[in-house]
């Protein structure tokens, strides 16, 4: 059964940093391609980032580039997004997800969430 | 980035109701677009990619189609369970973008 798993979520304040992680399990991680997608309270869907099978490429939405870092430890089957200088329109549910086993960018398996507030 | 703009926002319908889902690309994005369903307090999940293909697990009275730059969405006869949010979503750009989301409420 496949398994995303998020943490590292809480509250922080502008200008703040935070890490989040996503634990996989029940498929050979180091295959597919992996992604940060957000959701603010409320609100709908808004990709954040990917990154390839090798850690070698990886991508961002306009709004968190230059300030999020997307990383993988494929020993570890874990998956990391590094947010620095937060804003508070960061606030949202973090899901991590998996990219379909096509590589071509759709969503097939996703985290439960993980839930940054940022505030003072 | 390629926009993605669904409607009707909102749709209230009855159980046994057709209901169609609409999304327009503001260029064309081939057949690259998927479908998820939202319900609250929940992680979306997939019913639809490459516009028409069902993926596995989803009942049958879920279709899609469209290709360029519109889409849709069309439950044959919606179910209790169905009453969620639904997004769409182009993978045709590297900057992956979604719809603002169609809620199907009674």
């Known amino acids: 059964e496949v398994q995303l798993v998020e943490s590292g979520g809480g509250l922080v304040q502008p200008g703040g940093s935070l890490r989040l992680s996503c634990a996989a399990s029940g498929f050979t991680f180091s295959r597919h391609w992996m992604s940060w997608v957000r959701q603010a309270p409320g609100k709908g869907l808004e990709w954040v980032a990917n990154?390839?099978?090798?850690?070698?490429?990886?991508k961002y939405a306009d709004s968190v580039k230059g300030r999020f870092t997307i990383s993988r430890d494929n020993a570890k089957n874990s998956q990391y997004l590094q947010m620095n200088t937060l804003r508070a329109e960061d606030t949202a549910v973090y899901y991590c997800?998996?990219?379909?086993?096509?590589?071509?960018?759709?969503?097939?398996?996703w985290g439960q969430g993980t839930l940054v507030t940022v505030s003072s | 980035d390629i926009q993605m703009t669904q409607s009707p926002s909102t749709l209230s319908a009855s159980v046994g109701d057709r209901v169609t889902i609409t999304c327009r690309a503001s260029q064309t994005c081939s057949s690259w677009v998927a479908w998820y369903q939202q319900k609250p307090g929940k992680a979306p999940e997939v019913l639809m990619y490459?516009?028409?293909t069902l993926q596995s697990g989803v009942p049958a009275r879920f279709s899609g189609s469209g290709s360029g730059t519109e889409f849709t969405l069309t439950i044959s006869s919606l179910q209790p369970d169905d009453f969620a949010t639904y997004y769409c979503?182009?993978?045709?750009?590297?900057?992956?973008?979604f719809g603002g989301g169609t809620k199907v409420e009674i």
């Open positions: 990154i390839n099978q090798h850690g070698s490429v990886d």
């Open positions: 979503q182009q993978y045709d750009s590297y900057s992956l973008t």
């Open positions: 997800a998996r990219t379909d086993p096509y590589g071509t960018g759709w969503f097939d398996y």
């Open positions: 490459k516009a028409s």
